[in-house]
DNA sequence: GGCCAATTTCAACAATTGTTGAAAAAGAAG
DNA sequence: CTTCTTTTTCAACAATTGTTGAAATTGGCC
């Protein structure tokens, strides 16, 4: 009987950020006692220290662990994308290769990826750390999609681009903030923990408003009829 | 020389509101400890307690206080906004009328009332409080919204409705948290705090959001042709 | 077994937390 | 002035915070 022996300090360690990235993420940073994530992750107090250092820098582990695989599998989602439509992409194909990725696979099934985006909504609307962090640790690939975007609305202003991604952003972490707020404001129609709702919603919703920045003669200024 | 004498206790009073405000909004709930606030708002440490009660109660008071002015101002844009159309507005110009009263006034000259939106944009993206809060202080004014806006868009369905409203509430959410991110993402393009911008382009791309649930034959599938 | 390094535990640290009760000061009213 | 209430200060409280260094334990290798 071959038993799998994961090497125990890798448990501790994933242990231990699976248990920061639950706690930060419902409770924000300042929000958490190393005290507490020590004890839902069946560690000492000390140990966090000892593997990751200052509780700064544990944040930081956390964010960076999924970071690299959410954007690999983004980024995989917008090359097939772009070939599949020979460089002419819809935006929507384009919206669907970058929300895609969260609503697939392990994304939905481990209760740790919702840990992770519900995070990642904490961390964007942080005034103390949302430019900082997400410019780190996003920015980089967001590049790609800015310029598949472009493509796909050609004579697009990059101002406009920009603002519409920012809706984008805005909307997408809401979403994954799961407040239940739209629960209760629907009656129950909608719910936050239906992602697979909320992103067919969100494709439409989104895809619609970037193109309302398609290039074209008239309605460039803000006057009405 | 008439001077102008007001009353020291409601000085100390909107002192301690106002630095709880800005510190709420730029660290959390958590981020804040009641010595820092008394020092930014000039008081003694146990001064906060003695108005408001406990850290929590303070926290309330805090978002009640300038939620029944926003709420008022945005009631009457609406209002003026179905008179003006005899019961026929367009979707953009409910938008306008939801998100003006937040760019007009006392609201875009005051640190306060930039201070009260970043706050609130923590609080609609907390998982601990988004729902409960949220629900408590602007919902019975958004239902009002919804209302109108079903009224624009007449056979649209509920639930897109209130999806589409979500992701009004994410994007105006991110935009009032001014985390500098869209200024680095776009490489010195846009500002965070050009909420002049963010207001039109938010307006534009969310009233094509909203239309594109417009009722229709066909689309209502997710299914890509 | 013994040896060495990596890991884990334990106890304690100084600093800080929200809160409170009593004393002090200020204001109002006579 | 005196008297009474409201407001403000002060000092202290028990509890909790992140962090650390030394001791104890474990694991691998000879």
Redesign the pocket.
């Known amino acids: 009987m071959s038993v799998i022996r994961t090497e125990?300090?890798l448990d501790?360690r994933t242990a231990i950020l699976d248990a920061a990235e639950e706690q930060f993420a419902k409770h924000g940073y300042d929000g958490?006692?190393?005290?507490?994530i020590a004890k839902h992750a069946g560690?000492?107090?000390?140990?966090p220290?000892?593997y990751f250092?200052?509780?700064?820098d544990l944040f930081d582990a956390v964010l960076l662990r999924r970071a690299e695989i959410l954007n690999q599998a983004r980024l995989e989602q917008l090359d097939a994308c772009l070939v599949e439509s020979e460089r002419s992409p819809t935006v929507e194909a384009i919206i669907r290769a970058y929300l895609r990725p969260m609503l697939t696979g392990d994304h939905v099934r481990e209760e740790g990826w919702k840990n992770y985006y519900a995070l990642i909504a904490y961390v964007n609307n942080s005034p103390e750390w949302g430019g900082k962090l997400m410019t780190q640790f996003f920015d980089p690939l967001i590049e790609r999609f800015i310029d598949a975007l472009r493509l796909a609305l050609p004579g697009i202003e990059d101002r406009d681009l920009y603002w519409a991604y920012h809706c984008l952003s805005g909307a997408l972490t809401l979403t994954f903030a799961q407040t239940g707020r739209i629960d209760s404001l629907s009656g129950g129609l909608c719910h936050s923990s239906d992602l697979e709702d909320a992103y067919e919603h969100m494709v439409r919703f989104t895809a619609a408003g970037f193109e309302s920045f398609r290039a074209e003669a008239s309605s460039k200024k803000k006057g009405r009829p």
Chains 1, 2 share one sequence.
């Open positions: 125990p300090r501790r958490v006692t190393l005290r507490a560690v000492d107090v000390a140990l220290n000892y250092g200052p509780k700064r």
